[in-house]
């Protein structure tokens, strides 16, 4: 596994598409030969995790889910918005208020998403700068 | 003056310029679609402006701009321009837009660099000052969606006309 912590974020979307996907740890973008097999893992628990999710939206009425699952040291956080959006966050123990925070500025983000005219909802978020801003809020939310 | 929310005033904007792009399947003819459907709004709103701006007539084109962007832009947009860089003879100017209600949200996608996303307000410019015997060109010089500092609005006058009885007495 890739030395160092673990910080992935992704937002999926009906049907359980993947609309966007982020490596939010600091060395990111330097590391060049990434762990493939870290990587698979990561997903493969972000995606087992979404059957938690599924089940845990009825249980609240809060968007925010807390952490919904784990597997060994990987936890997972979960923020779901009124349209049924999901925001993942894969983390190896980050503090939940911290979290809280981080979902709550990425949600202003994404709504800034939304309201552009030329954004398809439930497809890729391409942007570049939407990428940029997620990662500052990771910056300073998680000290990532 | 009744008021609408600028987001839905905004949005609606924005899903316009998206059917355009859709149906017109080319960005020079969505800009020119956009600023003839700016010039057909104009020509009507210039007499909504005169009843209810309650301003005195213009004399020159310096007074004219003027009153586009402080008058006009604050009735119809709520926010106001600047008038600058203006060309020794006083025919070209510039109107800087401060702060641009349409382009609120907006991230144009990849391919649409050509876009002049609020050519419409060209067209309105255009068609307003037309109704008033002032012809003009009118072009998006600067844009800050397309990555530019500010919004440049580049104005041209063509012609003035005085006011001419569109009869004659032996008619």
Same mark, same amino acid.
């Given at each position: 596994?890739?030395?160092g912590?673990?910080?992935?974020?992704?937002?999926?979307?009906?049907?359980?598409h993947?609309i966007?996907?982020?490596?939010l740890?600091?060395k990111?973008?330097?590391?060049?030969?990434?762990?493939?097999?870290?990587?698979?893992?990561?997903?493969?628990?972000?995606?087992?995790?979404?059957d938690?999710?599924?089940?845990?939206?009825?249980?609240?009425?809060?968007?925010?889910?807390?952490?919904?699952?784990?597997?060994?040291?990987?936890?997972?956080?979960?923020?779901?918005?009124a349209?049924?959006m999901?925001?993942?966050?894969?983390?190896?123990?980050?503090?939940?208020?911290?979290?809280?925070?981080?979902?709550?500025?990425?949600?202003?983000?994404?709504?800034?998403?939304?309201?552009?005219?030329?954004?398809?909802?439930?497809?890729?978020?391409t942007s570049?700068s939407?990428?940029?801003?997620?990662?500052?809020?990771?910056?300073?939310?998680?000290?990532? | 003056?009744?008021?609408?929310?600028?987001?839905?005033?905004t949005?609606?904007?924005?899903?316009?310029?998206?059917?355009?792009?859709?149906?017109?399947?080319?960005?020079?003819?969505?800009?020119k679609?956009?600023?003839?459907?700016?010039?057909?709004?104009g020509?009507?709103?210039?007499? #909504?402006?005169?009843?209810?701006?309650?301003?005195?007539?213009? !004399? %020159? /084109?310096?007074?004219?701009? *003027?009153?586009?962007a @402080?008058?006009?832009?604050?009735?119809f947009l709520?926010?106001?321009?600047?008038?600058?860089?203006?060309?020794?003879?006083?025919? #070209?100017?510039s109107?800087?837009?401060?702060?641009?209600?349409? !382009? %609120? /949200?907006?991230?144009?996608? *990849?391919?649409?660099? @050509?876009?002049?996303?609020?050519?419409?307000?060209?067209?309105?410019?255009?068609?307003?000052?037309e109704?008033?015997?002032?012809?003009?060109?009118?072009?998006?010089a600067?844009?800050?969606?397309?990555? %530019?500092?500010?919004?440049?609005?580049?104005?041209?006058?063509?012609?003035?006309?005085?006011?001419?009885?569109?009869?004659?007495?032996?008619?």
């Open positions: 596994m890739a030395a912590s673990v910080l992935t974020f992704v937002i999926v979307g009906r049907d359980d993947p966007f996907e982020a490596d740890t600091s990111a973008s330097e590391v060049v030969n990434r762990d493939d097999r870290a990587q698979y893992l990561h997903q493969f628990v972000l995606h087992a995790a979404l938690a999710v599924d089940e845990q939206i009825w249980t609240t009425t809060n968007m925010h889910l807390a952490q919904v699952d784990n597997f060994n040291q990987l936890r997972v956080s979960a923020y779901v918005t349209a049924q999901k925001f993942l966050l894969l983390h190896d123990g980050k503090s939940e208020d911290a979290i809280k925070a981080f979902f709550k500025d990425v949600y202003e983000v994404y709504l800034k998403v939304m309201m552009n005219p030329f954004f398809t909802p439930n497809t890729q978020i570049p939407v990428h940029q801003r997620i990662r500052a809020i990771a910056k300073t939310q998680l000290k990532a | 003056m009744e008021t609408i929310n600028s987001e839905i005033f949005l609606m904007y924005g899903s316009i310029v998206r059917q355009l792009i859709t149906d017109l399947e080319d960005i020079t003819e969505v800009n679609q956009l600023d003839t459907m700016g010039y057909n709004i020509v009507r709103l210039i007499d #909504e402006f005169l009843a209810k701006s309650r301003t005195a007539a213009c !004399t %020159d /084109f310096r007074d004219s701009t *003027e009153k586009v @402080k008058v006009g832009f604050r009735m709520n926010t106001t321009a600047n008038v600058t860089n203006w060309n020794p003879e006083g025919t #070209e100017c109107l800087v837009l401060e702060d641009n209600p349409l !382009t %609120d /949200f907006v991230e144009l996608p *990849e391919g649409c660099s @050509k876009l002049k996303y609020c050519n419409v307000l060209c067209g309105v410019i255009r068609g307003a000052l109704m008033v015997n002032v012809q003009v060109e009118c072009d998006f600067k844009d800050t969606l397309r990555g %530019d500092e500010l919004n440049e609005i580049r104005l041209k006058l063509i012609s003035e006309g005085t006011e001419a009885y569109p009869f004659k007495d032996d008619d």
